[in-house]
């Protein structure tokens, strides 16, 4: 099985720093399952390709399983594993291109950092639901996709299609991220993922999918089958691809028994109910101007930059990637002079200081103090409290007492939370930050309220005390 990625971003033999591996050289890499060889048919500047060839060895593959896997049969040695590309080549993907599937690039950061125009083909792809998936799947990634259905027999005419395609995807595209993409939905197109999961496989979805799984409109289909069927690990997923902000209510299901036995999934997404939570705390308070501060790949702040009443919208984020997620789904590029008047994006830390953060009526921290180092908390909170002073600042973060109800949740709901605060942890952080930057809070649930755990998010609206106030506040204290 065979899988090629050409550029054509001059030098393209630049390919060979971004994946680690010289054009100039054949290297093999040992698998479980057989041997992963690596060469380069094309190298010059104009148009540089990549061949990841895998060789299957199918006794191999029958030995490397584990012992209780649930087949003993003859397919574990006849099957297509040797001739089409599946799961295996996911693998072998992902231990080859370890490196570069991490972004990381000494002699060429800035390269691995940039979009570039990449061409993928696998000549065989199992299809499982036909070439529409593909498109599917590929397509809000940005890719131009062919997917054209393989023959069963070419020289008999009436046998029709295969359950193959030949794949060719064209886009620019991160590599990185192209191999993270691939490595996740090439187990998704494939009928049978060949090994057995455990919990960690929902750690390996997620540091995958960082960047694109969460705002995929299949994202749901994606979990599902790339876990399998195993309903609860899916749920968790679900679970921690909510609290990255994903749009799950845009999945839109094929007729399939897994996807049935999903009853939740009308039901309204947390991430959705907490963006609306949010949106409509802000309108209640009369805000017009609003700072997302952390706003990550930017859904709350497209919901911020589509409401009229906001007159003057900013993000901000320490990560510069998620900043350029945020530029695209806003289309900054494309926007009247007018709009992009009225939006500001910049990167910043939120434990320094910085004079781009003041000046707004509201400020939003959804979902981000829990990404920040207890040490370095009270920083952030002199940032946000003390020196940029907001009217108001709507806090956002998980109640830990609800994760007892997320199914084969171990720890905490996503890899990064430094923390997860009960509620009675959120309600003495937030009456300190009153009682040190003259401030009012009041908290909410946001999501199903379970009669003894609460809900899922907890809301803290602080709103600036006037001098009055504080004067008095302190009279109160004596
Ligand atoms: N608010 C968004 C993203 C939440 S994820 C949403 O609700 O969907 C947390 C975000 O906080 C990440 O994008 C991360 O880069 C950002 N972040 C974490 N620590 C930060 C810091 N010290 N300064 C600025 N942003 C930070």
Same mark, same amino acid.
């Given at each position: 099985m065979l899988l090629t990625v050409t550029t054509t971003h001059a030098p393209a033999t630049d390919l060979g720093f971004l994946l680690h591996k010289h054009p100039d050289r054949v290297q093999e890499f040992a698998q479980s399952f057989g041997t992963a060889t690596v060469f380069y048919p094309e190298a010059t500047e104009e148009r540089c390709t990549v061949a990841l060839m895998l060789d299957v060895d199918p %006794?191999?593959?029958? !030995?490397? =399983?584990? !012992? *209780?896997?649930?087949?003993?049969?003859?397919?574990?040695?006849?099957?297509? !594993?040797?001739?089409?590309?599946?799961?295996?080549?996911?693998?072998a993907m992902a231990d080859v291109f370890s490196t570069a599937r991490s972004g990381r690039c000494r002699s060429r950061q800035e390269l691995a950092d940039s979009a570039i125009p990449l061409e993928v083909t696998i000549p065989v792809l199992p299809c499982r639901g036909g070439p529409d998936v593909a498109h599917r799947l590929f397509e809000p990634l940005g890719w131009t996709v062919e997917a054209e259905p393989i023959a069963l027999d070419e020289a008999i005419e009436g046998w029709g299609a295969s359950?193959?395609? =030949?794949?060719?995807?064209?886009? /620019?595209?991160?590599?990185?991220?192209?191999? *993270?993409?691939?490595?996740?939905?090439?187990?998704v197109l494939d009928e049978s993922k060949h090994y057995w999961q455990g919990p960690d496989e929902v750690d390996k979805l997620m540091r995958s999918g960082e960047g694109w799984l969460a705002s995929h409109p299949a994202s749901r289909l994606i979990t599902q089958r790339y876990l399998g069927r195993r309903s609860g690990l899916t749920r968790t997923a679900l679970a921690r691809l909510a609290e990255l902000g994903d749009d799950l209510e845009d999945a839109v299901e094929p007729a399939e028994d897994e996807e049935a036995q999903q009853p939740e999934q009308a039901r309204v997404p947390l991430n959705t109910q907490r963006h609306d939570a949010v949106l409509q705390m802000l309108l209640d308070l009369g805000a017009r101007s609003v700072i997302d501060l952390g706003c990550g790949p930017g859904?709350?702040? @497209?919901?911020? +930059?589509?409401?009229?009443?906001?007159?003057? +919208?900013?993000?901000?984020?320490?990560? /510069?990637?998620?900043? @350029?997620?945020?530029? =695209?789904?806003?289309?900054?590029?494309?926007?009247?002079?007018?709009?992009?008047?009225?939006?500001?994006?910049?990167?910043?830390?939120?434990?320094?200081?910085?004079?781009?953060?003041?000046?707004?009526?509201?400020?939003?921290?959804?979902?981000?103090? #829990?990404?920040?180092?207890?040490?370095?908390?009270?920083?952030?909170?002199?940032?946000?409290?003390?020196?940029?002073?907001?009217?108001?600042?709507? %806090? &956002? &973060?998980?109640?830990?007492?609800? *994760?007892?109800?997320? #199914?084969s949740l171990v720890g905490m709901r996503h890899p990064d939370h430094r923390f997860e605060w009960t509620r009675a942890e959120l309600g003495e952080w937030a009456e300190r930050v009153c009682r040190t930057y003259g401030?009012? %809070? #009041?908290?909410?649930?946001?999501?199903?309220?379970? #009669?003894?755990?609460?809900?899922? &998010? @907890?809301?803290? +609206?602080?709103?600036?005390? /006037?001098?009055? @106030?504080a004067d008095e506040k302190e009279g109160d204290d004596d």
């Open positions: %006794v191999r593959l029958a !030995r490397s =399983r584990a !012992r *209780n896997a649930p087949d003993f049969s003859l397919a574990q040695y006849v099957n297509d !594993r040797s001739y089409a590309a599946s799961s295996l080549l996911g693998v359950r193959y395609v =030949r794949l060719r995807l064209t886009g /620019t595209v991160r590599l990185a991220d192209a191999l *993270n993409q691939l490595h996740v939905l090439l187990p859904q709350f702040l @497209q919901r911020l +930059v589509r409401t009229p009443a906001f007159t003057r +919208v900013a993000g901000s984020d320490v990560s /510069t990637r998620s900043l @350029q997620h945020a530029a =695209r789904r806003l289309r900054l590029e494309r926007m009247s002079e007018r709009q992009a008047e009225r939006i500001e994006l910049f990167q910043g830390a939120l434990t320094y200081e910085d004079a781009r953060y003041a000046g707004f009526d509201a400020a939003v921290l959804m979902e981000v103090v #829990e990404h920040v180092d207890p040490p370095r908390l009270e920083a952030l909170e002199r940032v946000v409290f003390g020196a940029a002073r907001p009217g108001a600042v709507v %806090v &956002t &973060t998980p109640n830990s007492e609800y *994760n007892a109800l997320y #199914e401030y009012r %809070v #009041e908290v909410h649930g946001i999501g199903d309220h379970d #009669e003894s755990l609460g809900t899922p &998010t @907890q809301m803290a +609206v602080f709103t600036r005390l /006037t001098d009055e @106030q």
